[in-house]
């Protein structure tokens, strides 16, 4: 998926990396990046934040600190790289009055960008969202619209910051994503068809409208995200996650034929309104070229999130 001139940037590069939300399905899988390409020797690089202090554990069992967010003040001037995935995600909104999940999801925001000054912060990638193309969508529900809002407001304040200091912004909308440490595995389509799998029961598919989905393997967006934070031009970028466009009863087909599982009778289409889930694919494949990043296979996504679930089901 990488190649060489990826390892090559991180050992020329010797700035700290910093994480926030480090305990969540991106931020892991960065992680577990880092640690494939420079060993134990590389988290010694890291800082990473999160809602509390706990130890985060690899797959391989590697132990990496973290620390409450609010702690990354404490973290004396030096030139750094900063991954931004610290949110409250959709499925909080769902469930959170809307003023308190506003709150919640600002004051992170502001706690971080009053931050990136003082700790030197010299490039910022910012996990943004596919939601955020839903922030008016009247079709959309009240959560992925508050969400998308949200999400909206840090692409413009995190922009911002970029222009007035000169500094590097990766602006991700992130749609869907594959691979070890997925979470909330019923609120995810590839992950809930994989569990059935591994279940050993049909994979179940709902929808009763044409619902589309696309799929890029975590691993793959980080490398992507930490050449293009490493490399000489230090361009600011903005652009959607992509991948193989497919409709539920085509991914649901694909992941019985790659696990050997089967697919239960689907319900008859009784609403032709689509809901197309999916970002620019064509520009995320010329940026992944750009950089020389290999495409994962969907074949292989769905392979290496099955040995992730089978490890903690």
Avoid at 29 to 41: F, N, V
Avoid at 124 to 135: D, E, I, K, N, T
Avoid at 208 to 234: D, F, G, H, I, N
Wanted: proline fraction near 3%; hydrophobic fraction near 45%.
């Amino acid at each position: 998926m990488f190649d060489s001139d990826l390892k090559d940037l991180l050992k020329a590069d010797d700035r700290r990396i910093i994480i926030t939300g480090a305990g969540g399905w991106l931020g892991l899988a960065l992680l577990d990046l880092l640690d494939k390409l420079l060993g134990p020797s590389a988290l010694e690089r890291v800082h990473c934040f999160g809602s509390s202090e706990r130890t985060l554990e690899l797959v391989n069992g590697r132990k990496v600190p973290q620390q409450p967010l609010d702690q990354i003040t404490q973290l004396a001037e030096r030139p750094s790289v900063l991954f931004h995935f610290a949110f409250l995600t959709k499925d909080r909104a769902e469930v959170m009055d809307d003023d308190a999940y506003c709150k919640a999801n600002r004051a992170i925001q502001q706690l971080v960008l009053n931050a990136l000054g003082q700790i030197g912060a010299q490039s910022v990638f910012l996990a943004s969202s596919g939601a955020a193309y839903r922030a008016s969508d009247a079709s959309a529900t009240e959560a992925m619209r508050i969400y998308g809002r949200l999400k909206l407001e840090d692409e413009i304040d995190f922009s911002k910051w970029a222009e007035q200091s000169g500094k590097q912004l990766i602006a991700v909308r992130i749609f869907n994503v594959s691979g070890p440490y997925v979470n909330k595995i019923s609120a995810y389509a590839l992950a809930s068809f994989i569990a059935d799998v591994l279940r050993g029961q049909p994979i179940v598919v709902k929808a009763t409208r044409p619902v589309y989905r696309s799929y890029t393997s975590a691993e793959q967006l980080m490398s992507l995200a930490l050449t293009a934070m490493l490399s000489a031009e230090q361009q600011s970028l903005s652009f959607d996650t992509g991948g193989k466009k497919l409709e539920m009863r085509e991914l649901a087909a694909e992941v019985a034929a790659a696990l050997n599982g089967s697919v239960a009778a689907v319900p008859a289409m009784i609403d032709d309104a689509p809901d197309d889930y999916t970002g620019d694919a064509a520009g995320y494949d010329r940026l992944m070229a750009k950089y020389n990043i290999h495409e994962v296979p969907l074949r292989q996504q769905i392979l290496e999130t099955a040995s992730y679930l089978k490890n903690i089901m």
